[in-house]
């Protein structure tokens, strides 16, 4: 793959550490840059403790000088302020502490119990540690990079919510990038801040009663050429690798493409999007129910994809489980969490899309420096208008 991408870090280790290779040489990046995207993974109206605690801010320890990318790998490091609480009960070496009580309460949802016994750990937190959410703060750094990459190119990414629990307004019908914008200034990321309120209450009801939520967001990409992806093998599809990037976001339950299910319940003619081709523009579209893809491919029009985050499996009036130990039915453990964490979750989507998108641009074009990468581009952009 053109794109490659690790991260390491624990939820209250030191930091968490990313390795990016594949970004071609002569990319403009900045901290700066970075860093808003990291700002925008904190907001959000219900989210916990550990947002108040955290102020995120990446390192980039290799792959960029003035201000420009290498061509080499692109190492990245977030370091976690609660560390400081921590210490102690993870730290890297010697004794075990007393205050370093071992966790054997597993919450239902969550990996504690199946990566307890998948790993044969004793103490649930070498698992939960990992599993924890607090891992996209690398993904968000990475995608920021590639984020940066596809505007050079034109392509611009977003996203919104558009529901919490059963708070579901009505999104007014209006171009993606309008409602990315403002989503942006909403606490809840909806394309639409005077329903503000009414998340809140909703949000505000759920911790009264010790639950937490889920909700559905949409990610968007525009700008995006046809082509990318291929129908040739299973794992080339586009909506495919799309698919897994945002199924792999901690939550995330379900993942469709324009009309998704509703496409099921739709005659033919009222689901496939009509071809038209002007001499100005080329090829074009009557309408984008398929979301951008057909056949593992993109198709030229917005990429729109839509998922479902399940609410988050810690609850302040838990769940019955069974301790490991002693097998015992128990109350499951708390950890310090969110009540909802929809908005940060479509903003890690952006990341992931950002990621996916920017591997199949380089595996279609190739090129090891920006000057190169954009010069193939403007050269298949040509064909695809003569075509």
């Known amino acids: 793959m053109p794109i490659r991408f690790l991260s390491a870090g624990e939820s209250h280790g030191k930091a968490v550490v990313c390795i990016l290779e594949g970004i071609p040489a002569n990319l403009d990046i900045s901290t700066e840059y970075i860093n808003r995207e990291l700002e925008r993974r904190q907001r959000g109206y219900g989210r916990g403790g550990r947002m108040k605690i955290e102020k995120d ?105 558009i529901s919490i629990g059963r708070c579901c307004p009505p999104v007014e019908e209006q171009d993606l990038l309008k409602r990315h914008e403002l989503a942006e200034s909403s606490s809840v990321r909806f394309p639409d801040p005077s329903r503000d309120e009414e998340f809140m209450k909703v949000i505000d009801e759920a911790r009264e009663k010790g639950e937490s939520l889920g909700g559905i967001f949409e990610v968007f990409a525009v700008g995006v050429p046809p082509g990318l992806g291929s129908h040739i093998q299973w794992d080339k599809r586009i909506d495919g690798r799309i698919a897994q990037a945002i199924l792999s976001i901690h939550a995330i339950k379900g993942v469709e493409f324009g009309l998704g299910f509703e496409a099921g319940r739709r005659f033919g003619s009222e689901v496939h999007d009509e071809i038209g081709w002007s001499e100005k523009d080329g090829y074009f579209r009557y309408s984008n129910h398929l979301g951008g893809t057909e056949g593992g491919m993109t198709n030229g029009m917005p990429l729109l994809v839509r998922a479902v985050m399940k609410p988050i499996p810690t609850l302040t009036k838990p769940l019955r489980s069974v301790d490991i130990e002693t097998k015992e039915e128990v109350r499951a453990g708390k950890e310090r969490s969110d009540v909802v964490a929809v908005p940060a979750a479509s903003v890690v989507a952006e990341a992931m899309l950002a990621i996916v998108l920017a591997d199949a641009l380089l595996e279609k074009l190739g090129g090891d420096f920006m000057e190169e990468v954009k010069e193939r581009y403007e050269r298949y952009l040509r064909h695809v208008k003569s075509y």
């Open 57 to 161: 801010s990446v390192e980039i320890l290799s792959g960029v000088r003035f201000g420009k990318t290498l061509g080499s790998p692109i190492a990245l490091l977030v370091q976690n302020r609660d560390w400081e609480n921590w210490q102690e009960k993870m730290a890297v070496e010697g004794e075990r502490p007393q205050s370093a009580v071992p966790f054997t309460r597993p919450r239902p949802g969550h990996a504690d119990l199946v990566g307890g016994i998948k790993y044969n750990q004793r103490d649930l937190r070498n698992i939960l540690e990992r599993a924890s959410a607090r891992e996209t703060v690398g993904r968000v750094a990475v995608g920021a990079v590639c984020k940066r990459f596809l505007e050079e190119l034109g392509i611009k990414i977003g996203s919104y919510v």
